[in-house]
Nanobody, 124 residues
Framework: QVQPVESGGGLVQAGGSLRLSCAAS????????MGWFRQAPGKEREFVAA????????LYADSVKGRFTISRDNAKNTVYLQMNSLKPEDTAAYYC?????????????????WGQGTQVTVSS
């Protein structure tokens, strides 16, 4: 079992950067794909990025491609989301999730373990 805990959210001006971290407990961390999702008020949860257990495969939503970078450090059981060139529409609660296996996916139900979320607010 993997329990993710997010950190690093905050308030930033448009064009700025933030790095989110997701620390996950459990000895099987390196064998699980990890994903980042976000949810704005009144909207459905949407996929942001995902990374395979080894870090060799990544997947991004079109809306963040070229601006966000997902990475992981298996020695630290941590996944990162580097967010650059932030826009007001990136404002949302960001959630880290652990897949039930090592198959990266953009589908929320593929992920069995979720963190509590961290708020990112981008001002214009």
């Amino acid at each position: 079992q993997v329990q993710p805990v997010e950190s690093g959210g905050g308030l930033v001006q448009a064009g700025g950067s933030l790095r989110l971290s997701c620390a996950a407990s459990g000895r099987t961390f390196s064998s699980k794909a990890m994903g980042w999702f976000r949810q704005a008020p009144g909207k459905e949860r949407e996929f942001v990025a995902a990374i395979s257990g080894s870090g060799g495969k990544v997947l991004y939503a079109d809306s963040v491609k070229g601006r966000f970078t997902i990475s992981r450090d298996n020695a630290k059981n941590t996944v990162y989301l580097q967010m650059n060139s932030l826009k007001p529409e990136d404002t949302a609660a960001y959630y880290c999730a652990a897949d039930r296996d090592d198959l990266i996916s953009f589908i929320p139900r593929a992920y069995g373990y979720w963190g509590q979320g961290t708020q990112v607010t981008v001002s214009s």
